[in-house]
Nanobody, 120 residues
């Protein structure tokens, strides 16, 4: 059984910062990539940032220069440092672990989501 748990969301004023954390736990042999997605009301879920096992990172254009993704492969954790937050960053942020191998089985897993609200 694999669990993905996020933490660190909350309410912040525009221009402020938040740090999200995500940890995958269970009988995990390896993880191909971990990333952050977000979904605002009435909108589709979108990729915010992702980090592969070789520490390659990619970002949505809307967050480049403001958000930084980092991780610890040994601990199956990933973080998202969000600076210069804008009201349009308000959304539920989800962590996803891609290509999680547990023995002979491989699958993707989502966390339950954490709310980020940026007030103007």
């Amino acid at each position: 059984q694999v669990q993905v748990v996020e933490s660190g969301g909350g309410l912040v004023q525009a221009g402020g910062s938040l740090r999200l954390s995500c940890a995958a736990s269970g009988s995990i042999f390896s993880i191909h990539a971990m990333g952050w997605y977000r979904q605002a009301p009435g909108k589709q879920r979108e990729l915010v940032a992702a980090l592969t096992g070789d520490s390659s990172a990619n970002y949505a254009d809307s967050v480049k220069g403001r958000f930084t993704i980092s991780g610890d492969n040994a601990k199956n954790t990933v973080y998202l440092q969000m600076n210069s937050l804008k009201p349009e960053d308000t959304a539920v942020y989800y962590c996803k672990a891609d290509g999680v191998r547990t023995g002979y089985y491989q699958a993707d897993y989502w966390g339950q989501g954490t709310q980020v609200t940026v007030s103007s």
